[in-house]
């Protein structure tokens, strides 16, 4: 076994199975104990991993483990493996004007999906799904309390001063927009900027089988995007909308918080709503938006239960609506769903769901084997008569065997897309693990 304590939390963050914050938390758990478990356990009983995922995750510390100690022995005399960097943001000379947005520049020339400016910290760059670090010397905390200044509006400054985080968009002519959130910690304060292409991308694009382009032929109903954070579920939101915006003569309200992809009308009429600016939420913009003659509703983030019941009476009566849900897979995302709502209700929600429900597509962004970026791995779930039938009799833990089934019909499990990367040689196997809901579903495991 490695013998850095910290690998296995290390690991959890870096595949998106708990955030920092919660990794944190379990780690604190465990220090107030005077006999303490491993991690994993804290983790397991905090409701982030599955015993699964803890076995994967050991499956994959003891490969490194064996990997360094392999490559120790080789080398008689070792160096100590310097951090992950990247060249040094440009020096901020006198009188240049806002240095953001020379930051925000440099960032999107290194090819970076995301860039971290935190008090007293060193930059960090998001490349390929890794950190890195740019530069040698941290940023003063006053510093980037400037630079959060030239990035929020009055608005904006008053919720970070009065809540402690705010989400919002930023736009730098002739590079690209970004969303953002800062937020105060234990130190001061931290930006995160995700860079958003300037154009709006299509399936092609992002890697996306073609076939989910029939999800925009429907004129009725509810198409839900999942995945956990960071996977890529905007950008297929996006990738959506851009092909009924290109084919359709609609009206398209979008929710969003805050706005990310700007989409300029083609042949439809699109009006772009922002939570915090245009709305006060999603769930009062979605009650305004039936009233809007809509064709097509599009949700950034189904967050609470009173927009889960708007979107689904949205679905229910005539409207196309997209969405996208923070939910591990196409089966749970269905338990999310009607689990959301008071077990007295939940009968009259099945049946909602099982009548509206078009398509889940979850996804997850897996890191490629030769090292260049991510690819997406899918489950697909269609809303067949069949699908109908179990959801509305309470038998989702038979949807997986149906989606088993129903490879013919556009259906497909996540654990095969995975399979299917590796036999290809695009994913590790190794890699595949750590995100297989069936391990004996990826081949030589």
């Keep these: 076994m490695s013998t850095d304590p910290n690998l296995f939390g290390r690991l959890a963050v870096h595949y998106k199975l708990v955030s920092p914050d919660q ?27 599955t015993r699964a995922h803890v076995e994967k995750l050991l ?77 040698d010397s941290p940023l003063p905390a006053d510093q980037v309390r400037r630079l959060a200044e ?28 970004f969303r953002g959130n800062a937020y105060r910690h234990q130190h001061g304060l931290a930006l995160v900027l995700r860079a958003i292409p300037a154009e709006v991308p299509t ?6 089988p073609s076939t989910l382009a029939k999800l925009t032929n429907h004129h009725q109903g509810l198409v839900l995007l999942t995945g956990p954070a960071g996977c890529g579920k905007s950008s297929t939101l996006a990738a959506l909308v851009r092909l009924i915006n290109e084919e359709r003569r609609d009206h398209v309200v979008t929710i969003e918080d805050p706005i990310e992809y700007l989409h300029p009308p083609l042949r439809c009429v699109v009006n772009q709503r922002q939570v915090g600016r245009d ?30 019941s708007l979107a689904l009476t949205a679905a229910e009566t005539g409207h ?74 309470s038998k989702t833990f038979q949807l997986r065997s149906l989606m088993q089934t129903g490879l013919a019909q556009g259906m497909a499990l996540l654990d095969l897309s995975l399979a299917q990367l590796v036999r290809e040689g695009t994913v590790s196997r190794e890699e595949a693990l750590v995100h297989a809901e069936d391990p004996r579903a990826i081949p030589g495991a």
């Design 203 to 208: 399936l092609a694009d992002l890697g996306l």
């Design 320 to 393: 196309l609506v997209l969405a996208t849900l923070h939910t591990g897979n196409a089966v749970r995302t269905i338990d999310r769903l009607v689990g959301a709502f008071p077990p007295i209700q939940q009968g009259q929600v099945r049946a909602m769901v099982s009548e509206s429900l078009r398509a889940v597509v979850s996804q997850r962004l897996v890191n490629r084997a030769d090292g260049r970026g991510r690819v997406p791995a899918l489950e697909v779930l269609l809303g067949t008569r069949a699908v109908a039938n179990l959801i509305r009799e």
């Design 59 to 135: 499956a994959v510390q003891r490969d490194l483990a064996a990997k360094q100690a392999a490559a120790t022995a080789a080398a008689p005399a070792p160096v100590p493996a310097a951090a992950p960097r990247v060249a040094a943001p440009p020096p901020e000379p006198a009188g240049s004007g806002r240095r953001i947005d020379r930051i925000l520049d440099f960032a999107f020339r290194q090819g970076a999906s995301d860039l971290h400016l935190r008090a007293d910290e060193r930059v960090l760059l998001r490349t390929g799904g890794r950190l890195a670090v740019a530069g």
């Design 23 to 49: 990794l944190a938390e379990a780690t604190r758990r465990q220090a107030k104990e005077e006999e303490p478990r491993p991690l994993g356990d804290y983790l397991v009983e905090m409701g982030l991993l």
């Design 279 to 308: 709305t006060a939420s999603f769930s009062r913009a979605l009650k305004a938006a039936l009233r809007e003659d809509p064709d097509v509703i599009a949700i950034g983030e189904l967050r609470d239960l009173e927009t889960i």
């Design 150 to 177: 030239e990035l929020l509006g009055p608005a904006a400054r008053l919720r970070l001063e009065r809540e402690g985080q705010v989400d919002f968009a930023y736009s730098l002519a002739g590079v690209a927009r």
